[in-house]
């Protein structure tokens, strides 16, 4: 299900006792000094064996027994997907599977239990709206890389490389290939040439490439945008494009991967 929809649901429901609802948000990273050990593990299974705990001591068997029907439907998610894990995982359940939802995400989350009436939703209204649906748009002179990306997650990668000869922009096919403007076969008259081309034809090019940005940010929902690359290149991307645009970074990472670009622009 989609995460806006997913998050509208959760907000209208209301369960009554014994059938509560499971929230766990359960930090994975293993880049986190706190995790080296898979401490995870060992934080998941005391946060099970609490509730058991606490509903055994009430004497509450009915509503034990719906958390203890949550618990089975839990572990085996994390069985299946142990080897597999990324930052976090986020998990709303009820015993009777009215609500059933375990996404994998490369967020690090606060590890917390709740088992109530209503979901805890705090952790994922904040990464919704730290991470919304967005796109990065690296631009480098002839070539434009495109990030889709939401939850600090990449969705889609799209390039687009400028044909020189019929000044009409291309999605890239397969591996990619030195720009005119570097590598060894280019000589210093060549990169010359092309910067003086460049120079004259820029605000050109850029007006053919924008409106198709503009259409994957409509196409793609997105809430905001992020233009990375050499201040002159970066501003004349922006000006020619209608969707607004969130933050320009003057840093051109068109050829750094995808993961260090989401840092750049999320700093985590």
Known sequence: MEWNSMLERLEKIQRNSPS?????????????????????????????????????????????????????????????????????????????????????????????FSWQETPELGQLKEMMSQYPKAGIVLVQQDEIKIIDTFLNEIMEKIWYQLDID???????????????????????????QFAARFKANKQRWYKQIAPKIDKLAKNHHW??????????EANEMKAQMNKNVTALIQKNMLDHEETKVLKEVYGS
């Not at 990273?29 to 934080?43: F, L, R, V």
């Not at 019929?166 to 008259?189: E, F, I, M």
């Not at 809430?223 to 002159?232: K, M, N, P």
């Open 223 to 232: 809430e905001e945008i992020y233009i990375l690359g050499e201040a002159d």
């Open 20 to 112: 509560k609802i499971f929230t766990m948000y359960l930090n994975t990273d293993p880049s986190d000094p706190e995790q080296q050990g898979g401490e995870w593990k060992i934080h998941f299974k005391n946060g099970m064996r609490n509730f058991e705990q606490y509903l055994e001591k009430d004497n509450n068997k009915e509503e034990l027994q719906h958390f203890q029907l949550v618990k089975q439907k839990v572990e085996k998610y994390i069985r299946e997907y142990e080897q597999h894990l990324m930052r976090g995982i986020i998990l709303f359940a009820t015993a009777d599977e009215e609500i059933w939802f375990a996404e994998r995400v490369q967020i690090r989350l606060e590890t917390s």
């Open 166 to 192: 019929t000044d009409d922009w291309r999605v890239k096919q397969g591996p990619r290939k030195a720009a005119p403007t570097s590598g060894a076969g280019s000589s210093n008259l060549q990169k010359e």
